[in-house]
Antibody, heavy 125, light 108 residues
């Protein structure tokens, strides 16, 4: 089955750029799913960062839009996150997740059905 | 942005008892509502989508209900492995998709 694995530096300097990659295994990134990034600051809740389709179409959280870029590399079956001008407030566990259309009773709904294990990123000098 | 509000923040329940968790949306999300379970050090796991449909492999003791702005997750008889944090999420009006702040279900 499909598995997701995040990778990237665990420590980023303030004002720098956070860069993470999510490798998709057991399936194709070109399937009919959106691929998302979600983060969770220590001891806090979940925040949706944004998503990408294999065509390259993206949606971003307006609160982060000016600093976020999500891209896809179909040849490597992976997608990536870049978050610029980071501060301590960006310290979090970063998850990649698959948003699937799940159908029941003739209706279909989006939900994150597969998640990576998460990777902790600390912003500190 | 749609704000999702969960209550209570913490729910103390004895094993075998019923747990009822609430999630309210600041405007209608129809039935585009999902519930997730998260244990310490783990990624969230999808429990319910479409407000009331259990995801693959989820035990029948988990049930979801509601539509519009009011939703409920019920765990009929709590097992030891059910003590965790539960999040609701809307995917109706996005971006952004938004999560509630979570309800922690702890052992009484």
């Amino acid at each position: 089955q499909v598995q997701l694995q995040e990778s990237g530096p665990g420590l980023v300097k303030p004002s720098g750029t956070l860069s993470l990659t999510c490798a998709v295994s057991g399936g194709s990134i070109s399937s009919s799913n959106w691929w998302s990034w979600v983060r969770q600051p220590p001891g806090k809740g979940l925040e949706w960062i944004g998503e990408i389709y294999h065509s390259g179409s993206t949606n971003y959280n307006p609160s982060l839009k000016s600093r976020v870029t999500i891209s896809v590399d179909k040849s490597k079956n992976q997608f990536s996150l870049k978050l610029s001008s980071v501060t301590a407030a960006d310290t979090a566990v970063y998850y990649c997740a698959r948003a699937s259309q799940l159908c029941s009773g003739g209706s279909c709904y989006s939900a994150f059905d597969i998640w990576g294990q998460g990777t902790m990123v600390t912003v500190s000098s | 942005e749609i704000v999702m509000t969960q209550s209570p923040a913490t729910l103390s329940v004895s094993p075998g008892e019923r747990a009822t968790l609430s999630c309210r949306a600041s405007q209608s999300v129809s039935s585009n509502l999902a519930w997730y379970q998260q244990k310490p050090g783990q990624a969230p796991r999808l429990l319910i989508y479409g407000a009331s449909t259990r995801a693959t492999g989820i035990p029948a003791r988990f049930s979801g209900s509601g539509s519009g702005t009011e939703f409920t997750l019920t765990i009929s008889s709590l097992q030891s492995e059910d003590f965790a944090v539960y999040y609701c999420q809307q995917y109706n009006n996005w971006p952004p998709s938004t999560f509630g702040q979570g309800t922690k279900v702890e052992i009484k």
